[in-house]
């Protein structure tokens, strides 16, 4: 797994597909000799690199020595860039000194390579639980390299993380700064670097905004610099941390793909630079806008956890890698691994007028539907009629529902009950803000205003006063009712970062730990209250993310519900992240039918939002063909299949994937058109099925006569016999081993 060559000073991580080499030069400092597809002879690797004859730089007693090579030139690749000398690529770390100098150069101290991975103090990780007993984590499938290096002009010590997974081809790379001599302050701490010989390669990133969230973009590498990432506090809409490298435009079987996530939930960046020489500098982690974290004397900082993912099979490749380690090395809820519970929202059906009849009509109803868990949304607590008060105060407005009622109503029809809270926000109306107004972010900024959006403020969790309260109060609910399911919604960007809790030198940490103070309150809920579902939501998808995912099993994906635009956030969602992740709705939506919704929610965790009072019997007919399914099949064939993307809309008139379960005795795909064309002959080729089985099928609840080989639908297709009108429409194809 990892090997030092004494001798060569040459470092190689490897598992049986990749190999990861870094070479320790004759001035201490990083050399990446090697990065990709396994090299089982690393004894040529050293001749790869590129030597200096003819530079010379002045050394402390003035004399003028020539080095070989030059570790500061820009087309070296390095596994850590300095700053404030001649590499002008993006340094990962950047400290400025007490003297006010912006130099800094780490040199090669010593290393550490033992078993396992390390889990960080304060922050999600991989392999580690909440309760964290142990230095190291799964020490079965994980090996570290700890790099130690020191600053030149500085009594700062670097420590890098890099970490290889035996059972996947992954890379976790992290740097942990320590501060030991006179006070510095941090003005960037990005989580990784990786630099490549080639710049020849497609980059791969989701972009979006509200209802809109994740949509693919691919850019040619080009000259200077690309750069994707968010200011919002939290990973945003309008970026997703998710992105990857491909040398083919767009291929899902074949050719080099290097995929990236970060596993943090407030702001990043990446950074891509294609260097006059034709090399490839990537630099990614917490974004530096804003950033300036002062640390004295024994103080230390950590950077969140960069994953990497490389894959010679295309896209898919990558694809699975992250969604196999997101659920079984990131994920801590691990009671919902089977069996989610089908779930009915209350939100797009009343919004905030309902009381306890209104409620318990709706779950009456909803149980036409095959729920299993009912969740009552926005409205239920403070002075909360409309979105302009009530955040902040979370008490159950017994006025308006009497909510031990409608959770009996509920447990007498054999369902669980669920809640909607958005924790991290508050109302100017609100007793909490009349009580404590400097408990709201920036607000002791601007003494005569404050901007609002969406009626509310953002709760400075950078001060453990307030997550304290915030605990307190849910708590109180949490245990005076039976709550089974938590959603936890996060409807506004932190546009201020002041806070009233730290002084002024040290306003540059409030970003970074208003997310500290959010992973806190939600660890300590998951440790106290372990049987409760706890879903993410931040506007849909702004938060959409593997810190957030390290807590919660699932997150809603998109306020957008609709098919014919979830098909597009779902599929390009699917690309970094598993299926079991993907909150996915039928809703009252008017673009698409009911079927079609239905065949999309599928393709995620599945569930129902809309007034079930207003539902006819042929509406009820068409949903519960989707519970039929989704009781039957979607657990082994969706929630804990192999997801193979078939046909990406960015580049088709159709949508298509399928996911197969993990014996290839069971498989759902799924179709979906998004413009009329009228004369095609369509063959639809399948992936991940067993060519030596055969396969009984069921297109759109209507069993076709014959049966099929795996290989035939693999390499030849299932011909689509209707090709007319199947404009915003979906097929939906169920395949069962002939002896299932």
């Known amino acids: 797994m990892i090997h030092y060559n004494q001798e060569q000073n040459v470092f190689h991580l490897f598992n049986k597909d990749i190999s990861y080499l870094i070479h320790v030069n004759g001035f201490g400092r990083l050399e990446t000799l090697y990065f990709g597809e396994k090299l089982n002879d690393v004894s040529d690797i050293l001749n790869a690199r590129t030597l200096y004859t003819e530079c010379t730089y002045l050394d402390k007693k003035m004399s003028l020595v020539t080095p070989t090579p030059s570790y500061f030139y820009p087309d070296t690749l390095v596994e850590i860039s300095s700053h404030g000398i001649f590499d002008k690529r993006d340094a990962p770390i950047v400290i400025q000194h007490e003297n006010g100098s912006y130099l800094t150069d780490f040199e090669y101290v010593k290393h550490k390579i033992y078993h396992g991975i390390k889990p960080l103090d304060g922050m999600p990780c991989l392999d580690a639980p909440l309760e964290r007993k142990e230095s190291l984590y799964n020490k079965e499938n994980v090996d570290t390299l700890e790099i130690i290096l020191k600053d030149i002009t500085a009594n700062v010590i670097l420590h890098e993380y890099l970490s290889v997974y035996r059972d996947k081809n992954i890379i976790v790379k992290s740097f942990k700064i320590e501060n030991k001599g006179k006070r510095i302050k941090l003005l960037r701490a990005f989580s990784m670097q990786l630099d490549l010989p080639s710049s020849d390669y497609y980059f791969h990133h989701f972009h979006g905004t509200q209802w809109v969230e994740r949509q693919e973009e691919i850019n040619k590498i080009y000259d200077g610099t690309q750069e994707i990432g968010s200011t919002r506090g939290r990973s945003s809409h309008?970026?997703?941390?998710?992105?990857?490298?491909?040398k083919e435009r767009n291929s899902l079987t074949d050719g080099e793909v290097i995929g990236f996530n970060l596993i943090y939930s407030g702001n990043w960046e990446m950074r891509v630079t294609k260097t006059p020489y034709d090399s490839l500098h990537l630099a990614y982690g917490i974004n530096d806008d804003d950033f300036c974290f002062s640390l004295g004397r024994n103080e230390s900082f950590d950077t969140p956890q960069a994953v990497i993912s490389y894959s010679k099979d295309g896209i898919d490749g990558m694809s699975q890698t992250f969604h196999r380690l997101i659920k079984e090395n990131l994920q801590t809820d691990k009671e919902r691994e089977h069996n989610r519970p089908l779930i009915f929202n209350s939100w797009e059906g009343c919004l905030f007028t309902f009381d306890t009849k209104v409620i318990k009509s709706y779950i009456d109803d909803a149980c036409k539907l095959g729920i299993e868990l009912f969740v009552l949304d926005d409205g239920w607590f403070g002075k909360r009629d409309n979105d302009k008060s009530g955040l902040g105060d979370w008490f159950v407005n017994e006025k308006k529902i009497n909510l031990h009622e409608v959770i009996e109503?509920?447990?007498?029809?054999k369902l669980k009950f669920g809640i909607w809270f958005e924790p991290e926000m508050v109302n100017p109306d609100s007793d909490l803000f009349r009580s404590h107004p400097e408990w709201a972010l920036g607000y002791e900024e601007n003494k005569d205003w404050s901007h609002l959006e969406r009626n509310q403020l953002v709760l400075d969790f950078t001060n453990d006063d307030v997550v304290d309260n915030i605990f307190e109060q849910m708590c109180k609910i949490l245990d005076e009712y039976d709550i089974d399911y938590v959603k936890w919604d996060h409807n506004r960007i932190l546009a201020e970062h002041f806070t009233a809790n730290l002084p002024a030198e040290k306003q540059g940490e409030a970003y970074h730990r208003y997310v500290l103070g959010y992973y806190r309150l939600l660890s300590q809920l998951r440790i106290r209250y372990p049987e409760i579902?706890?879903?993410?939501?931040?506007?849909?998808?702004?938060?959409?993310?593997?810190?957030?995912?390290?807590y919660v099993p699932q997150i809603w994906t998109s306020d957008e519900t609709d098919g014919a635009s979830r098909a597009y956030i779902q599929y390009y969602t699917?690309?970094?992240?598993?299926?079991?992740?993907?909150?996915?709705?039928?809703?009252?939506?008017?673009?698409?039918t009911y079927p079609t919704k239905v065949d999309i929610a599928l393709f995620g965790t599945y569930g129902y939002e809309m007034n079930p009072n207003k539902l006819s019997e042929r509406e009820f007919a068409e949903m519960n063909r989707g519970t039929e399914i989704y009781h039957k099949y979607h657990?082994?064939?969706?929630?804990?299949?192999?997801?193979?993307?078939?046909?990406?809309p960015l580049d088709h008139d159709e949508m298509s994937m399928i996911s197969v379960s993990q014996d290839q005795s069971l498989a759902i795909a799924v179709y979906y058109e998004k413009s009329n064309i009228v004369m095609r002959m369509d063959y639809w080729k399948l992936k991940g099925l067993n060519p030596k089985k055969r396969y009984h099928l069921n297109l759109n609840g209507v069993d076709v006569p014959e049966t099929y080989s795996g290989e035939h639908l693999?390499?030849?297709?299932?011909?689509l016999r209707?090709?007319?009108?199947?404009?915003?429409?979906?097929?939906?194809?169920?395949l069962k081993e002939s002896n299932y």
């Open 238 to 246: 309008q970026e997703n941390p998710f992105c990857f490298l491909s």
């Open 409 to 413: 109503h509920c447990h007498e029809r």
């Open 533 to 550: 579902f706890f879903e993410g939501c931040s506007s849909g998808g702004g938060r959409f993310d593997l810190g957030t995912l390290y």
């Open 574 to 592: 699917s690309l970094g992240y598993p299926l079991s992740t993907i909150s996915s709705h039928v809703s009252a939506s008017a673009q698409t």
């Open 635 to 648: 657990d082994k064939a969706i929630l804990n299949g192999t997801l193979y993307h078939l046909s990406n």
């Open 714 to 719: 693999m390499k030849v297709g299932y011909y």
């Open 722 to 734: 209707d090709i007319f009108r199947r404009q915003n429409k979906t097929i939906l194809l169920i």
